[in-house]
């Protein structure tokens, strides 16, 4: 089971963490995803953590805002958003990969077995 949190209202410029908590099969991941969908649009890969060494992914447009960390020994994982834009309003979603294939195709929804149910972020002025 995976849990998301921290997604809300916040004004362009501004900072949200998101998390996401790992429970049952889903805490034994090789890595976790972090995606989201806006409304209209395909589900796009955000970001990514490998739980062994910690490698990280970013698509090209959060590099620089976005921060993506562990606590492994909590099995959360954190999504910093900084100087949020926009159109970074999108519902988003961590997901787990148990298989391994993340470690090939870290922003590729495909190498996911566990979903989270999603957590809203809206970017407003």
């Known amino acids: 089971r995976l849990v998301e949190s921290g997604g809300g209202l916040v004004q362009p410029g501004g900072s949200l963490r998101l998390s996401c908590a790992a429970s049952?099969?889903?805490?034994?991941?090789?890595?976790i995803g972090w995606f989201r969908q806006a409304p209209g649009k395909e589900r796009e890969g955000v970001s990514y953590?490998?739980?062994?060494?910690?490698?990280?992914v970013y698509v090209n447009s959060v590099k620089g805002r976005f921060t993506i960390s562990r606590d492994n020994a909590k099995n959360t994982v954190y999504l910093q958003m900084n100087s949020l834009k926009v159109e970074d309003t999108a519902v988003y979603y961590c997901?787990?990969?148990?298989?391994?294939?993340?470690?090939?195709?870290?922003?590729?929804?495909?190498?996911?077995?566990?979903w989270g149910l999603g957590t809203q972020v809206t970017v407003s002025a």
């Open positions: 953590i490998d739980r062994r060494d910690g490698r990280t």
């Open positions: 997901a787990a990969d148990v298989g391994g294939s993340s470690t090939v195709y870290p922003l590729d929804s495909r190498a996911y077995d566990y």
């Open positions: 049952g099969s889903s805490s034994d991941y090789y890595g």
